[in-house]
């Protein structure tokens, strides 16, 4: 089984920064592209920042220039470094990968997993 688990999460001011961490552990035999997400009260949940397994990322428009995805293979973790947060930033924050497993000795299986989110407030 696999597991991702978020943290960093918190009360911010506008104009401050957090950083998020995701660390997946479980039967892992590789990780693929990893992404953070984020779903405020009343809306659908959206991409914020994805990385794929060769470091390339993608960002949505609305934080561009404020966010920033990296990831650690070595520890199977993906971060996200958000500065100059707004209270638009306000929403749960999830964690999403694409993930080999190996289900037994012959056995491996590719699988799309979540964590179970943090919270960013971001308010005065």
């Known amino acids: 089984q696999v597991q991702l688990v978020e943290s960093g999460g918190g009360l911010v001011q506008p104009g401050g920064s957090l950083r998020l961490s995701c660390v997946a552990s479980g039967s892992i035999l590789s990780i693929n592209g990893m992404g953070w997400y984020r779903q405020a009260p009343g809306k659908q949940r959206e991409l914020v920042a994805s990385?794929?397994?060769?470091?390339?990322?993608n960002y949505a428009d609305s934080v561009k220039g404020r966010f920033t995805i990296s990831r650690d293979n070595a520890k199977n973790t993906v971060y996200l470094q958000m500065n100059s947060l707004k209270p638009e930033d306000t929403a749960v924050y999830y964690c999403?990968?694409?993930?080999?497993?190996?289900?037994?000795?012959?056995?491996?299986?590719?699988?799309?997993?979540w964590g179970q989110g943090t919270q960013v407030t971001v308010s005065s």
């Open positions: 990385i794929t397994g060769g470091g390339s990322t």
């Open positions: 999403n990968a694409d993930i080999n497993t190996r289900l037994s000795a012959f056995v491996q299986a590719a699988g799309n997993y």
